[in-house]
């Protein structure tokens, strides 16, 4: 069992960055992948990121989004940059019980994963 706690979101504008976090309890850290989504309204819940124990990851966002871990924090950081008013939404942290060598290549979908936070609203006016 792992819990999930997400902070760091807020309103800020276009331009703008952000850094989220979020922080496991639980048991077992190490043996899972951890993964950034983002949900908006009226649409399905989004990929952003995703990385591994080891530190390998993948990203959506291309260029303005990093994704992080710090193992002996228990942590994992999402670093928004600048932000548009397309990237508004509920952003999500969630933890998929992959085994500690396992490539976040391949947990990209929201079905993957066990796990989830509570969420945090991410707000960029234009």
């Known amino acids: 069992q792992v819990q999930l706690v997400e902070s760091g979101g807020g309103l800020v504008q276009a331009g703008g960055s952000l850094r989220l976090s979020c922080a496991a309890s639980?048991?077992?850290?190490?043996?899972?992948?951890m993964g950034w989504f983002r949900q908006a309204p009226g649409k399905e819940r989004e990929f952003v990121a995703g990385i591994s124990w080891r530190g390998d990851y993948v990203d959506s966002v291309k260029g303005r989004f990093t994704i992080s871990r710090d193992n002996a924090k228990n942590t994992v950081y999402l670093q928004l940059n600048s932000l548009k008013p397309e990237d508004t939404a509920v952003y999500y942290c969630?933890?998929?019980?992959?085994?500690?060598?396992?490539?976040?290549?391949?947990?990209?979908?929201?079905?993957?994963?066990?796990?989830w936070g509570q969420g945090t609203q991410v707000t960029v006016s234009s």
């Open positions: 639980g048991r077992a850290f190490s043996t899972y992948v």
């Open positions: 969630a933890a998929a019980g992959a085994g500690q060598d396992s490539s976040a290549r391949h947990y990209t979908h929201h079905t993957q994963y066990d796990y």
